[in-house]
């Protein structure tokens, strides 16, 4: 359902949540007077017992030095840490990467890479909601990607950073107490922490959640904001950092405050705007460039002084080395490779976890009450597929045992009408349609996979029966859709050949269908071919078949001499933002023009590449990423042409913009339910995104 696996949101701290206990050394909230003093700087609080080599050991990196980061853009380096040039645009956050390099993140949205770090691309704001805004940046810890976090807990991912879900994602955005201003990764690089501003702690993936400030103080008695979240050496707690320099920890050693450090009813003359773990410990920096450390290692310098007016918002550590090991005893960094889920579209414990209640499942239990219909795989307008669908998830989720049985009963009726000669090719009998074929196959395997109708040792059994039916149909040559020419030399394919073959929206659909069959009978070559030719569609040139493309699906081809089937990003052809655009099946309609001519069949080849998505997904392959996230510039480019051109540009395929919210956290607009697809439906249901 996501895009890597489901989120685990430990606690909605700002809405109520769990009420777990908060970890040990949570200091309060120091009383601060009226009495001003300048800024204390210095070398902090010693940590007895505490040194280089115990940081390094438990997984710290033993470079000494940092960065401070203007919202101007400039920085300013200290002890080892090389010098930067400044940057353009209102900096927003500073992130250490491997290597030696950092990012800045600029309120624009833009990534700025520097030293060694590598730049994996910027926001597209215009998926952000109104008002919404990039709030802070985090990377992936072997330096291979990075995420970044909008203030309304958004999760944007780039280069090998995965997705673990969001609160966009959830639906509770728009519900915030206060905005989300910081947001870190785990050690192991497979989850993320967010903190809101009352002290909300928000976790994904396999972060463990172990405290928040509103647990223990109501937010009326914060005497400051929170700025900051930082994980501690052994990865098991954090610490909350707030503005005053008071500290709350949580699982995690108490190492001292600014408030403890200053003399008795005193307080900072700027506020604290940054925090990170350093060494066996921690560094706070304030808005006029002061340092406070409370590690192990020696207090590098400060920026106090060093420029007229500074407003300091972020610090880093710098990190001359490679990744940063997760410390003993937690996984390993993961790769750009998502874990495998367990159901090839949706699982039973999914399932489970879905509503009995809305407008979503009120459709589904009335189409699963319906006679679904006669069954007719050779029926490429046949919605019998999504019915039985539809039946499937209402008896999973019920219990319901005979609706349980009434699915693999019109599964089994499907097993021969493949060979309809009602619905054949008119030249040649009892071979069906692969449009046909294409649309309907992957449905009706997702029903018998979620009712547990799978092979067995019995060839006699109903499972066996409908497997053996499907490995059969997955290799019969089929039918062209259009005239005996439409394949070379008079070739007919099965749907691997097809898919292979062409970057038509007839080929999406068959390799849809394609690679549900090689799943449900765990054909594992036969995924890994389907995969390399997902990416070829999607963009990447280097890898699967090459596929057949139109002449006039070149003229609407950013580079004609080397096209692929989804226009690369920041495509343009003639001065317009061609951008995801299906060249292909968008050329239905003609050569290219501004404004082009209305076809629906970029929705069409949009539907097949969809389902193909999901499917590899959830076995394990980054499908939703591949080709600069070609899945989602795909539909942002058909909602650019409804917003110019009008919504028949747009009215089409909702189950896809479901899909499209859920897994990439956008927020499409949707006329409707999801309840009729070619090849897949209920999506509002299963998927509802945001």
Not at 83 to 91: D, E
Request: contains cysteine.
């Amino acid at each position: 359902m996501t895009l890597l696996a489901k989120p685990t949101l430990a606690l909605l701290a700002l809405l109520g949540g769990l009420a777990l206990t908060s970890g040990p050394g949570t200091e309060p909230t120091p009383t601060i007077s009226d009495t001003r003093i300048p800024l204390v700087t210095g070398d902090g609080v010693d940590i007895p017992g505490a040194s280089l080599a115990a940081a390094e050991a438990a997984g710290g990196d033993s470079a000494i030095g940092y960065w401070v980061l203007d919202r101007d853009g400039t920085i300013e380096a200290f002890g080892d840490a090389p010098a930067f040039p400044a940057v353009k645009g209102v900096a927003l956050d500073l992130e250490s990467a491997a290597g030696g390099g950092a990012w800045i993140l600029t309120d624009d949205g833009v990534v700025h890479a520097l030293g060694g770090a590598t730049h994996f691309g910027n926001v597209d704001m215009s998926v952000l909601g109104a008002g919404e805004k990039p709030s802070s940046i985090s990377g992936v810890p072997d330096g291979t990607g990075y995420w970044v976090f909008t203030d309304r807990g958004r999760v944007l991912r780039f280069g090998s950073a995965g997705f673990f879900g969001d609160l966009v994602q959830l639906g509770i955005s728009d519900r915030l107490v206060g905005p989300v201003i910081d947001a870190v990764a785990t050690a192991t690089g497979n989850g993320y922490l967010m903190l809101g501003s009352d002290g909300g702690v928000f976790v994904f993936g396999d972060g463990q959640f172990r405290g928040s400030v509103p647990e223990i103080i109501p937010l009326s008695g914060l005497a400051a904001p929170l700025v900051g979240l930082v994980p501690d050496h052994d990865g098991v707690g954090y610490w909350l950092f707030a503005a005053d320099g008071g500290i709350f920890s949580f699982a995690a050693d108490f190492l001292g405050s600014v408030p403890g450090v200053l003399p008795p009813g005193a307080h900072l003359d700027e506020p604290v705007s940054g925090a990170i773990p350093y060494g066996s410990g921690y560094l706070l920096v304030a808005t006029d460039g002061g340092v406070f450390n409370f590690s192990d290692r020696p207090f590098s310098g400060s920026a106090v002084g060093s420029r007229p007016s500074p407003d300091i918002i972020s610090v880093a550590a710098y990190r001359p080395g490679g990744a940063v090991l997760p410390p003993a005893g937690l996984p390993p960094v993961i790769s750009s490779d998502p874990a495998p889920i367990e159901g090839l579209w949706i699982n039973r414990e999914e399932i489970l976890a879905l509503p009995m209640s809305g407008p979503a499942w009120q459709k589904l239990v009335e189409v699963a009450d319906e006679d679904p219909g006669q069954a007719d795989i050779s029926d490429q307008d046949s919605n019998h597929d999504i019915k039985v669908l539809a039946m499937a998830y209402v008896a999973v989720r019920t219990g319901d045992d005979h609706l349980r049985d009434q699915v693999e009963q019109e599964l089994l009726e499907v097993i021969g009408t493949d060979e309809n000669a009602n619905r054949s090719c008119d030249w040649t009998p009892n071979i069906a349609r692969s449009l046909a074929i294409g649309r309907n196959l992957v449905s009706y395997i997702i029903a018998a996979d979620l009712i547990g109708l799978r092979p067995d040792d019995d060839p006699t059994s109903s499972g066996a029966q409908f497997a053996s039916w499907v490995d059969d149909v997955r290799q019969k040559p089929n039918c062209p859709h259009t005239g005996s020419g439409s394949f070379p030399d008079g070739d007919w394919f099965n749907l691997s050949q097809f898919h292979d073959w062409s970057a038509s929206n007839v080929s999406t659909m068959a390799g849809a269908s394609r690679i549900a069959a090689a799943l449900y009978l765990g054909d594992e070559s036969e995924v890994e071919a389907a995969w390399e030719t997902f990416q070829r569609y999607a963009g990447d040139l280097s890898v699967g078949p090459d596929l057949k493309i139109n002449d006039k699906a070149l003229t609407w081809s950013s580079q004609p001499d080397r096209p692929v089937a989804v226009n690369p990003a920041g495509a343009v052809v003639d001065g317009h933002n061609v951008d995801g655009a299906i060249i292909n099946d968008i050329a239905r309609g003609g050569e290219f023009a501004w404004p082009p001519e209305y076809t629906q069949y970029p929705w069409e080849g949009l539907a097949g590449f969809y389902v193909q998505a999901e499917l590899l997904q959830r076995a394990g392959y980054p499908a939703w990423e591949a080709g600069d996230e070609a899945g989602r510039r795909a539909i942002k480019f058909l909602e650019r042409l409804a917003d110019e051109f009008g919504d028949q540009w747009w009215d089409h395929t909702d189950w896809a913009k479901y899909l499209a919210n859920d897994v990439y956290g956008l927020d499409l607009p949707i006329n409707g339910p999801a309840s009729k697809g070619k090849n897949m439906a209920w999506t509002d249901w299963t998927h509802p995104g945001t």
